[in-house]
């Protein structure tokens, strides 16, 4: 079935990169999606990256994917503590257009 | 000022009680979305509208029901039927690429 899975938490120095990593289950999958929630907030859209593309870079965020191995990763230039958050990654629905959402990993940014 | 609200931001009730969350967006999507999260839990879909007057039964709809009578619209009724309604509920609406964009969310108390 469908599932994806991050690992829940991450720490890291301010001004280090974090690197959140995730698999997923569905090789179908068009497009997939990084999100950041803040406490008590709604999710916010980080980026995308379509299934035909390998890396995608925006600004100090950089999604790496890796077809055969079903692995999406987010890294993260340069973390400011304005960084910490809930991160989750997300799937297309091969047969649907539903996104299937990991559990989220809790990044803690030390100052 | 574009975007999707939802309303109240808190909302509490007596067990028993029916309570109607609200949901508008302005953005013209068709396809519209309601997840339930739990604390240090990822998102579970509740309903999802994909036209206006249809709507579909996502993975967790019991005690649960939604109405679609406008597109700018998505309202969920947490009937007294729902053993355990207390959550945050977020509504989400889809894009052009499937990327969902979330509201800021209702953080529901019922005692």
């Known amino acids: 079935g469908e599932d994806v899975e991050q690992s829940l938490f991450l720490s890291v120095r301010e001004g280090d990169s974090s690197v959140i990593n995730c698999t997923y289950t569905?090789?179908?999958?068009?497009?997939l999606y990084w999100y950041k929630q803040e406490p008590g907030a709604g999710l916010q859209l980080l980026t995308y990256?379509?299934?035909?593309?390998d890396m995608k870079q925006d600004q100090r965020l950089t999604v790496l994917l890796n077809k055969k191995d079903k692995h999406l990763s987010l890294r993260i230039a340069d973390t400011q503590t304005g960084d910490s958050a809930i991160y989750f990654c997300?799937?297309?629905?091969?047969?649907?257009?539903?996104?299937?959402f990991g559990t989220g990993t809790l990044l803690a940014v030390q100052p | 000022d574009g975007g999707i609200t939802q309303s109240p931001k808190y909302l509490f009730r007596k067990e028993g009680q029916n309570v109607t969350l609200s949901c508008e967006q302005n953005?013209?999507?068709?396809?519209m979305y309601w997840y339930r999260q739990d604390p240090g839990q990822g998102l579970r879909l509740i309903y999802y509208?994909?036209?206006?007057?249809?709507?579909q039964k996502g993975d967790i709809a019991e005690g649960y029901s939604v109405s679609r009578e406008k597109k700018e619209s998505f309202p969920l009724t947490v009937t007294s039927a729902q053993k355990n309604p207390t959550a945050f509920y977020l509504c989400?609406?889809?894009?052009?690429?499937?990327?969902?964009?979330f509201g800021p969310g209702t953080r529901l108390t019922v005692t």
């Open positions: 990256i379509f299934s035909n593309m």
């Open positions: 997300a799937e297309m629905g091969g047969a649907t257009n539903k996104l299937i």
């Open positions: 953005l013209n999507h068709d396809a």
């Open positions: 509208s994909q036209i206006v007057n249809d709507f």
């Open positions: 989400a609406t889809s894009g052009l690429r499937y990327e969902q964009y």
């Open positions: 569905d090789s179908s999958s068009t497009y």
